[in-house]
């Protein structure tokens, strides 16, 4: 008399542009990105802070950045979003200042842009959860580790979205329930 467990399908698009859940018949995205707006539902899973991160091998070539606005003499590893590609925000004691980046390697992913940090192709910005671990083994460096750092907004985060609907299935509502728990 039991029911019958119906297994999950998931299928990961993988893309850093804004896809349409609805037109796409996605049931469920995680942005990385500033407060979404417009009509989707929308939960923050965790905030999202950025480092300016560097090899120890870069450094040794071409010298470590002493403040921010000493990274225009250096070829950053840039991001092709169109907010990440030609300046940083810093902020430090509440003094924000806007660095513009430039460098001829720009990347769409964020996991290349890390490895194209790590093998010493210059200063990249990425996520404080990406660079925990190579933080902490010395392969890569936090350039600037007094200052807050982003892109866009210092007020960015993991969002889960969902279109507005008076009816979830069961096993959305599944995934959206772990997502909630085991990501914040």
């Not at 417009?38 to 470590?64: C, E, F, K, N």
């Not at 590609?85 to 890390?114: C, D, H, M, Y």
């Not at 907004?153 to 008076?166: E, I, K, Q, V």
Request: charged residues 20%.
């Amino acid at each position: 008399m039991g029911g019958s467990i119906h297994p999950i399908k998931l299928e990961l698009i993988l893309n850093d542009q804004t896809i349409d859940l609805v037109a796409g018949q996605i049931d469920i995205a995680i942005r990385l990105a500033p407060a979404p707006k417009g009509d989707l539902i929308s939960t923050r899973l965790m905030s999202t802070q950025y480092r300016v991160v560097a090899s120890p091998d870069y450094l040794d070539q071409h010298g470590r950045p002493r403040k921010p606005e000493a990274l225009t003499d250096h070829a950053c590893l840039r991001m092709t979003l169109p907010d990440y590609r030609t300046e940083w925000r810093f902020r430090k004691n509440q003094t924000e200042t806007i660095v513009g980046v430039t460098g001829p390697i720009l990347i769409s992913n964020a996991l290349a842009l890390r490895t194209a940090a790590r093998n010493g192709l210059g200063p990249a910005l990425l996520a404080n959860w990406m660079t925990e671990t190579d933080l902490a083994q010395g392969t890569l460096v936090d350039l600037f580790p007094d200052h807050d750092v982003t892109a866009t907004t210092f007020d960015t985060g993991a969002w889960l979205l969902y279109p507005s609907r008076n009816y979830l299935p069961t096993k959305v509502r599944a995934v959206i329930d772990f997502l909630r728990t085991q990501l914040r």
